[in-house]
């Protein structure tokens, strides 16, 4: 998984629609307004996609009503058929293709996760007081939600830069010592750059960094004609060669390279960061895609009273209602 993000303005991150009420909520106001109300949650989602709106009966064609106790499309029409009037009885779950489907947890509880999990005080402990749910459902459903942010992340995947823009490249391995045993857990890397001008950048998990792979993705990812700046890896030196134009700066002797000005810690510092959001990544290399996403998405929805909006839009995109 790669991505691109922008953290210029926030609302070019949201391709979503910004008419929705009832939805701009921190986890405590949304607990108040939503709790034991159904009708209220299935209005929500059906405003941002998550639930169809309204559905035809694929027997009748007439329009079905929503059972609220079985949480259900029913047709309760009559039609004549040899002679005799039937009940249609169609029936279907609301909740069929959806975010909710196949889901042990309740509509509210599971919407009360999300919440909760997109705050950025998230916690195991915090959840599992809150929503009295085990260790394992916790992180199963963290899961389940970091697969939908992969997918918002997904639509920002373009190229950064441009002519008179500078872009920085970095590169770290995320991972973590074994203090008790004194030996290294097997790493990550990841490379990143961040454009100064538009603070828009990437980051890529890569399998191995060197010269070959960097320079494939400086090209997949960065547009022709920028200015590239960069430590004096020996890796980057590819750089030249290709159509961009390097600058290096050698932090062995000073953090600012006294006559270009590359400086390089834009990107490191992002990195930094996103290191100590992904705190599972030591323990399984798969999860870094989605805690790489995650970190985009907290540090670029920073208003953390939208970013539920934005998550159910994205889950209706990736789980399109079944009609």
Not at 283 to 308: C, E, I, M, P, Q
Request: charged share 25%; glycine share 4%; proline share 2%.
């Amino acid at each position: 998984m790669t991505a691109s993000c922008s953290s210029s303005n926030s609302s070019d991150l949201v391709p979503f629609p910004n008419t929705c009420v009832n939805c701009y909520l921190c986890y405590g106001d949304f607990c108040v307004t939503f709790t034991g109300k159904i009708d209220l949650l299935i209005e929500l989602c059906q405003r941002h996609g998550v639930l169809l709106s309204s559905l035809n009966c694929p027997t009748c064609d007439e329009e079905c009503r929503i059972d609220l106790k079985k949480l259900a499309f029913r047709c309760d029409k009559s039609y004549v058929a040899n002679k005799r009037r039937k009940r249609c009885g169609f029936f279907m779950s609301v909740f069929k293709g959806t975010w909710f489907a196949k889901s042990h947890l309740d509509m509210e509880t599971n919407l009360k996760f999300v919440v909760l999990w997109l705050q950025d005080w998230f916690s195991f402990k915090v959840a599992e007081t809150e929503l009295k749910l085990p260790h394992m459902t916790i992180a199963d459903w963290a899961r389940f939600c970091r697969e939908v942010i992969v997918s918002w992340a997904c639509k920002y995947n373009k190229k950064i830069g441009g002519a008179n823009q500078t872009v920085e490249i970095n590169q770290s391995e995320f991972g973590k010592k074994k203090c008790s045993v004194r030996c290294v857990v097997e790493g990550q890397w990841a490379f990143g750059g961040i454009c100064r001008e538009t603070r828009q950048f990437f980051m890529v998990p890569v399998e191995e960094c060197n010269r070959e792979t960097l320079l494939h993705i400086v090209k997949e990812k960065i547009e022709p004609g920028t200015t590239v700046l960069s430590d004096c890896w020996k890796a980057y030196d590819c750089m030249s060669s290709a159509e961009f134009k390097h600058l290096k700066v050698s932090r062995t002797l000073n953090f600012k390279d006294v006559e270009s000005g590359a400086l390089t810690n834009a990107t490191k510092r992002k990195l930094q960061n996103t290191k100590s959001l992904a705190l599972w990544i030591r323990k399984r290399r798969l999860n870094l895609v989605g805690h790489l996403a995650t970190s985009y998405f907290k540090r670029h929805v920073t208003d953390s009273t939208r970013r539920l909006h934005v998550f159910l839009h994205a889950a209706s995109q990736l789980y399109p209602p079944a009609k």
